[in-house]
Structures are given as structure tokens and as C-alpha cells.
């Protein structure tokens, strides 16, 4: 039989009750001490009820940072249509990346945890993740290699080497210490000359953020 639709939209609330009351618990005590037991008792339902939904408390996490990236990503997304340089908006795109991070590490950082966690363990949804930053990256490199401002290779590829030269500042992940971490300015300094033919391309990038 088919599912109704106030079924469905019934389903639908019950799922984001369930991921809502992990999301309470996570940042009450942590994701580490949260069991599914935990969670249906916020929720107001038995622990097979939730089962229902998410066949394990793994895929309970998975979609709660799945939720997360999906948040940053859009916020990528609008930073990637802004106006400025293409190598401003490309910037942009990762200082996004950066602050959406950092403010998280300081305002949720229990939530942040969990974020580390599926980067550093390269969680499949963590790789689809990356996969769409590249997607939103690639498209203006090999812009810019069409006008002769970007060297050429594979855009995929320079897309790449770019989240990988700016890892600090794109991941949850925290630096090991005594590291010296350098400021986002800096890398993306080093990122814009590594990527851009003409020798002033570095000066303009400084001028379109208000650098001296």
C-alpha cells in the first residue's frame, strides 16, 4: 500500500523530533556519552520507535553532521555569488568555509567534536561534502584559466590542492600543538600566487579584500 501523504509528513516530524533531542543531547553531554536510549527518552518515544528511523546511533550522527555541512556548504554557495574578482570570490568561498568553523568551535563545541570526528575518520558523507566544495571551486578555476589568469591543469585537480593548501583553515580538525598555524590571510596569499599567471595577481587579490 501506498504511504499517505500525512503519513509521511507525520514520519517527517517524528524524524526531526528524533534529530532534534540528539542535537539537545550532543550539546548537553557530548556525542560520545549520548545513546540511542537517551535519545528516545528526550523525544518522547521508545528506543525501538527510533530505530524506525535510523538503524543505528552511527546514522544518527551521520545525519546530524550531514545537517551541519549541508549548512555551510549553502553558506559557500551565497559567498560563491557574490560580487568581486574571481579570485575574491574564490576566497570568499573559503573564509566562509573558515568562520562558519570557527564559530562553531567557540559557540557549539561539543558539535564541533563530532565534525572532527567525521573529518579526521573521512566519513563517507564528510567526502561528499568535499566533493560538492570542489564542485563550487572548479567551475571558476577553469574560468579563470579560459581568461589566462589560472595555470593550467585539471580545474578538479587545482581545486584540490587548494582545500589541501588551506586544510587548517577548511577543516574541523584542530592543530596539533606547539604547530604554528599561519593566518588565513597568509595561505590564501600563498594559494593566489600559486594559482594565478600574472605577476600582479597577488596585489590585486590584497587590494579586492582591503589588504595594504
Known amino acids: 500500500m501506498q504511504e499517505q501523504p500525512a503519513d509521511h509528513a507525520g514520519s517527517s ?4 523530533r528524533i534529530l532534534q533531542a540528539t542535537i539537545e543531547l550532543y550539546r ?5 556519552k549520548t545513546t540511542v536510549a537517551d535519545i528516545a527518552h528526550r523525544a518522547a518515544m521508545s528506543p525501538a520507535n527510533v530505530y524506525r528511523f535510523f538503524r543505528s546511533k552511527r546514522q ?4 546530524v553532521v550531514a545537517e551541519l555541512l549541508d549548512e555551510m556548504f549553502q553558506a559557500a554557495a551565497n559567498a560563491a555569488r557574490g560580487s568581486g574578482s574571481l579570485v575574491h570570490r574564490l576566497a570568499a568561498i573559503l573564509r566562509t568555509i573558515s568562520q562558519q568553523h570557527e564559530r562553531r568551535l567557540a559557540n557549539d563545541e ?3 567534536e563530532l565534525v572532527a570526528i567525521a573529518t579526521d575518520a573521512n566519513w563517507p558523507i564528510m567526502l561528499a561534502y568535499v566533493d560538492r566544495i570542489v564542485g563550487l571551486l572548479a567551475p571558476m578555476i577553469a574560468t579563470g584559466q579560459a581568461r589566462g589568469e589560472i595555470r593550467e591543469g585539471s580545474a578538479a585537480m587545482l581545486a584540490r590542492c587548494l582545500l589541501a593548501a588551506m586544510n587548517a583553515h577548511m577543516t574541523a580538525g584542530e592543530t596539533c600543538a606547539g604547530a604554528v598555524r599561519l593566518g588565513f590571510d597568509e595561505m590564501m596569499d600563498f594559494c593566489v600566487n600559486a594559482l594565478c599567471l600574472p605577476p600582479s595577481s597577488i596585489a590585486t587579490y590584497r587590494r579586492s579584500v582591503g589588504q595594504n
Open 60 to 63: 544518527i550522527q551521520e545525519v
Open 110 to 112: 561539543r558539535l564541533h
Open 28 to 32: 548537553e553531554i557530548g556525542y560520545g
Open 13 to 16: 516530524r517524528t524524524r526531526s
